[in-house]
């Protein structure tokens, strides 16, 4: 440890994730709080990665989530670290609201550990997070999937790229929207702001994958852009029905 961490270390000592109490040295959660995050396993959608009940999942054999069977969507395929339960939910809602910005470290590092493989595999070019609008950002401080995809990108040793895609203005809080209304709501909400890097495999990253249309939509303007294939990362999400 060099002696800036150190200072940062005794000034904000690292938190777990999931209770906030300090953590012994070397620790990213405590080990009873990881045994209550539900890490996605097989069965699962093979389009957005939700995880399928393992009872229905036997007795039909399903490839597609209700979702993913009804709706086309513009990426090639997702994955998902964690089951969005209480304990997620409240941890995102910390690392975003109350300037927790040290669980990136332990949440990027899971998604790399999870997928880095099935991400090398895929031969992605370049990490890009969902962006903030730029005054979402300035009050925030920082964008919690920027600081995810930064670890990401130092530990899978791909670039990540926060220039390139931007969000134009504040959109309607989504959870208030029904599925269309989200798809009108976030429709040119994405931009595309340097031309002159062309791209041709993409991850994008998030922190919570509901309907997809966030991810649709950043999708669709990347492959406006040339983008051949576009693959999403989320920290969460729910389960396929
Ligand atoms: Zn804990
Ligand atoms: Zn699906």
Redesign the pocket.
Same mark, same amino acid.
């Given at each position: 440890m060099g002696i800036k961490e150190k200072i940062l270390q005794i000034l904000f000592p690292k938190t @777990?994730p999931?209770?906030?109490?300090i953590l012994e040295k070397g620790r990213e959660?405590?080990p009873? @709080?990881k045994q209550r995050l539900i890490y996605i396993r097989e069965p699962k959608c093979k389009k957005c990665g939700k995880p399928f009940d393992k009872r229905e999942y036997d007795s039909q054999t399903r490839e597609y989530c209700g979702d993913c069977t009804k709706l086309h969507h513009s990426y090639e395929h997702g994955m998902a670290v964690f089951r969005y339960n209480e304990e997620i939910r409240e941890s995102i809602f910390r690392f975003k609201y109350h300037n927790q910005r040290t669980y990136a470290d332990f949440y990027g590092k899971e998604m790399v550990k999870c997928y880095g493989r099935h991400i090398h595999s895929l031969g992605i070019e370049v990490i890009i997070p969902v962006p903030l609008s730029k005054k979402k950002r300035r009050n925030r401080g920082f964008n919690q999937a920027e600081l995810m995809a930064n670890i990401c990108g130092e530990q899978l040793g791909i670039p990540v790229d926060c220039g390139k895609l931007l969000r134009r203005r504040d959109t309607v809080p989504q959870k208030e929207l029904n599925h269309t209304e989200r798809r009108k709501n976030l429709k040119n909400a994405f931009i595309i702001e340097k031309n002159d890097v062309k791209y041709k495999k993409i991850l994008l990253v998030d922190d919570i994958y509901t309907t997809g249309s966030t991810i649709d939509a950043c999708a669709e303007m990347l492959r406006q852009d040339g983008v051949e294939k576009v693959y999403f990362i989320s920290l969460s999400i729910g389960a396929g029905i």
């Open positions: @777990c999931i209770c906030g109490d959660i405590c009873e @709080c």
